[in-house]
């Protein structure tokens, strides 16, 4: 499947939260805690060919995706090729990736609410490095949906959490977690 997205910083989700509710949208999941885990070999081989290892758990939901790049044809998204697959038991989904050579490379946390409408999908996300509405689906979807929300494609970020964090991290942290005060709460 192919990943077309774009990622929008913004302090406060209110107002869009109060666009959004006015759209129709297939399903609505309310806030949930992200923890992924992005791992890669000790050359970061797989980060340097511009493809991605992440496991991820959301509840009990635990989905290994792979990301692959495409060629560059999109200038104003992020695209990537993306194939997922569920896992039933995280731990050792960890110990078969360390085993096969890969380490967790970056860690990042977020609380995410998503609004979908077939396989567009529109998600707020705040992370310990700020908010982000990030906008998924083909191309028409992303613009009228940006514009809706107020946005030109001068508001659209491609880079991933791990690009924006190394923008905005503090003290050198290599992980981009919440306080554990955070984590039962977006708001």
């Avoid at 992200?34 to 980060?47: G, P, R, S």
């Avoid at 038991?89 to 890969?102: H, P, S």
């Avoid at 191309?139 to 970020?157: D, Q």
Wanted: hydrophobic fraction near 35%; charged fraction near 40%.
């Amino acid at each position: 499947m192919m990943e077309i997205e774009v990622k929008i910083e913004v302090k406060d989700f209110s107002p869009f939260e109060k666009i959004l509710s006015k759209e129709i949208f297939d399903e609505i999941r309310d806030w949930v805690f992200e923890d992924n885990l992005v791992f890669d070999v000790e050359d970061l081989k797989l980060k340097k060919e511009g493809k991605l290892l992440r496991l991820r758990k959301t509840g009990e939901n635990i989905i290994l995706t792979f990301k692959n790049k495409v060629e560059k044809k999109y200038s104003e998204y992020k695209v990537r090729e993306e194939i997922e697959i569920k896992v039933s038991d995280f731990e050792n989904t960890i110990k078969i990736l360390k085993g096969l050579g890969y380490k967790v490379f970056f860690r990042y946390q977020k609380f995410r609410k998503i609004y979908s409408r077939s396989s567009n999908h529109v998600c707020l996300d705040k992370t310990p490095i700020g908010n982000f509405i990030e906008i998924e689906g083909d191309e028409n979807f992303i613009l009228k949906m940006a514009e809706k929300l107020g946005f030109t494609k001068k508001a659209f970020l491609k880079e991933t959490y791990y690009e924006l964090f190394l923008k905005k991290r503090k003290n050198g942290e290599s992980f981009m977690l919440f306080d554990k005060s955070v984590y039962s709460s977006p708001r």
